[in-house]
């Protein structure tokens, strides 16, 4: 399973920027995706996640500002970024938790997959 992240770049304070995280290869359902940042010297952190159900949970620091919506084939989540702030600058990571089948009695195991990132600048 991969995911293909798209959308990054250099916006000003205040714009907006939206970011796409495409899944594909071969598994089952995808049961939650969602954007994690990680801002040089600080530890990644939760953004926003959508579950398969269309629920959604956002961290504090973006509530109002940005949202995050996935696709009707629930392969693609997308995160819509409004008045963006120098602190929001940083490397936004795809995250997807998805089943996969491991064997013919149709057995699934559970995996997290990370996309490879794409960097979000925001200028003063």
């Known amino acids: 399973v991969q995911l293909m992240e798209s959308g990054g770049g250099l916006v000003q304070h205040g714009g907006s920027l939206m970011l796409s995280c495409q899944a594909s290869?071969?598994?089952?359902?995808?049961?939650?995706m969602g954007w994690y940042r990680q801002a040089p010297g600080k530890q990644r952190e939760l953004v926003a996640t959508i579950s398969s159900g269309g629920f959604t949970n956002y961290a504090e620091s973006v509530k109002g500002r940005f949202t995050i919506s996935g696709d009707d084939a629930k392969t693609s989540v997308f995160l819509q970024m409004s008045s963006l702030k120098p602190e929001d600058a940083a490397v936004y990571y795809c995250?997807?938790?998805?089943?996969?089948?491991?064997?013919?009695?149709?057995?699934?195991?559970?995996?997290?997959?990370w996309g490879q990132g794409t960097l979000v600048t925001v200028s003063p």
């Open positions: 995250n997807a938790v998805v089943k996969v089948i491991v064997n013919i009695e149709g057995a699934a195991r559970t995996l997290e997959v």
């Open positions: 290869g071969s598994y089952s359902s995808i049961d939650l």
